[in-house]
């Protein structure tokens, strides 16, 4: 079944920018719905942007104009880019993935916004 590489966390300052990358194992076209996930720590998980197999998006209100999320046919890839980032944005970020009715997590990629 598909399985979910994650990629592209690390320090960066406010303002600055990150792109995530998610490769799975099979052709993303073929997947329902992927998604991005954050966890900060004491805080619940939460969606931060989704993208149907139509290529429909929705983005979590605090980041709509900031990240984008969008995938790449050749390289089997789906990425989120994140731009103006602010220390709120600070946080763990799965990827999802949802295919025949089975959902699958990437193993986390942490992100840090500070000075």
């Known amino acids: 079944q598909v399985q979910l590489v994650e990629s592209g966390g690390g320090l960066v300052q406010p303002g600055g920018s990150l792109r995530l990358s998610c490769a799975a194992s099979?052709?993303?076209?073929?997947?329902?719905?992927m998604a991005w996930y954050r966890q900060a720590p004491g805080k619940e998980r939460e969606l931060v942007a989704s993208?149907?197999?139509?290529?429909?998006?929705n983005y979590l209100d605090s980041v709509k104009g900031r990240f984008s999320i969008f995938r790449e046919r050749a390289e089997g890839t789906m990425y989120l880019q994140m731009d103006t980032l602010k220390p709120e944005d600070t946080a763990v970020y799965y990827c999802?993935?949802?295919?025949?009715?089975?959902?699958?997590w990437g193993q986390g990629t942490q992100v840090t916004v500070s000075s």
């Open positions: 999802y993935a949802q295919m025949g009715g089975v959902t699958t």
């Open positions: 099979r052709s993303i076209f073929t997947i329902n719905v």
């Open positions: 993208i149907t197999r139509s290529g429909s998006t």
